[in-house]
């Protein structure tokens, strides 16, 4: 599932690059998805929707497994 997890990150990190941050797979455990925001991304106070409404939502979608997902 880490697998899958990574590559439906690598289709989302283009769009968080363009804004000037990133985001780093740190786990995946019982379908909590565990990743850590970076550069712009990280002191944004926007971070949280980007978290649920972008990354969550699209891993969701891709991966059904998928329950959650959280900053570390």
Do not use: F, H, Y
């Not at 899958?4 to 941050?21: F, S």
Request: proline letters at 4%.
């Amino acid at each position: 599932m880490k697998e899958k997890v990574e590559e439906a990150i690598n289709k989302i990190r283009p769009m968080l690059q363009a804004d000037g941050g990133d985001v780093e797979l740190i786990s995946v455990e019982n379908g909590i998805v565990k990743v850590r925001l970076q550069g712009a991304c990280a002191g944004c106070p926007m971070s949280q929707m980007t978290l649920k409404n972008g990354i969550e939502r699209v891993l969701k979608q891709q991966i059904p497994e998928v329950k959650a997902v959280e900053s570390a």
